[in-house]
T-cell receptor, first 109, second 113 residues
Framework: GESVGLHLPTLSVQEGDNSIINCAYS??????FIWYKQESGKGPQFIID?????DKRQGQRVTVLLNKTVKHLSLQIAATQPGDSAVYFC????????FGAGTTVTVRA | NAGVTQTPKFQVLKTGQSMTLQCAQD?????MSWYRQDPGMGLRLIHY???????DQGEVPNGYNVSRSTTEDFPLRLLSAAPSQTSVYFC????????????FGSGTQLSVL
């Protein structure tokens, strides 16, 4: 089955800087990838997704990059704001959806 | 629209007690599921349903039961609570079983003493 890992469990970012959160997956047959944001005491909230036929997808202040060669996924947040403080985790789909453990992002004022 | 609604938000049980975690969605989603979230681990699937009257086991189903009598509701029952079931539980739904874009409830924090 799929295993999903994150490179860093925590990330501290200065307000206004860009954040990069990474995720690695194991199954080269994975075809769909999602990033979720989870604020304290709340459920995960969909941020952005990407299919395996794409390398990059942009949303509002967020960009997801997919490198299928090394089985790596990243989420970039531009001009990080205090409201971006949360746990971010990726989900990877092969025949089922597998979730990473999450990176806790803390934004410093 | 309320989305996915879970109750209660917090619950404390004694070992051996039973209880039901409620989940309701108003998006007419076919697919509903239950996950547990433990520190340092990714969400793990307990049970899921692809439509009313159809349920199946996920990766950690032991000690839990589900039923799906209506499209809207998907309750999770703990038969005899154990300390290992202390966790945060999330209900999630999606348009269909082919859609992996899940919408989550706000969670139930359960402690079993």
């Amino acid at each position: 089955g799929e295993s999903v890992g994150l490179h860093l469990p925590t990330l501290s970012v200065q307000e206004g800087d860009n954040s990069i959160i990474n995720c690695a997956y194991s199954n080269s047959a994975s075809d769909y990838f999602i990033w979720y944001k989870q604020e304290s005491g709340k459920g995960p909230q969909f941020i952005i997704d990407i299919r395996s036929n794409m390398d990059k997808r942009q949303g509002q202040r967020v960009t997801v990059l997919l490198n299928k060669t090394v089985k790596h996924l990243s989420l970039q947040i531009a001009a990080t704001q205090p409201g971006d403080s949360a746990v971010y985790f990726c989900a990877v789909n092969d025949y089922k959806l597998s979730f990473g453990a999450g990176t806790t992002v803390t934004v410093r004022a | 629209n309320a989305g996915v609604t879970q109750t209660p938000k917090f619950q404390v049980l004694k070992t051996g007690q039973s209880m039901t975690l409620q989940c309701a969605q108003d998006m007419n989603h076919e697919y509903m599921s239950w996950y547990r979230q433990d520190p340092g681990m990714g969400l793990r699937l307990i049970h899921y349903s692809v439509g009313a009257g159809i349920t199946d086991q996920g990766e950690v189903p032991n000690g839990y039961n589900v039923s799906r009598s209506t499209t809207e509701d998907f309750p999770l029952r703990l038969l005899s609570a154990a300390p290992s079931q202390t966790s945060v539980y999330f209900c999630a739904s999606s348009y269909s079983s082919n859609s992996k874009k899940l919408f989550f409830g706000s969670g139930t924090q359960l402690s079993v003493l």
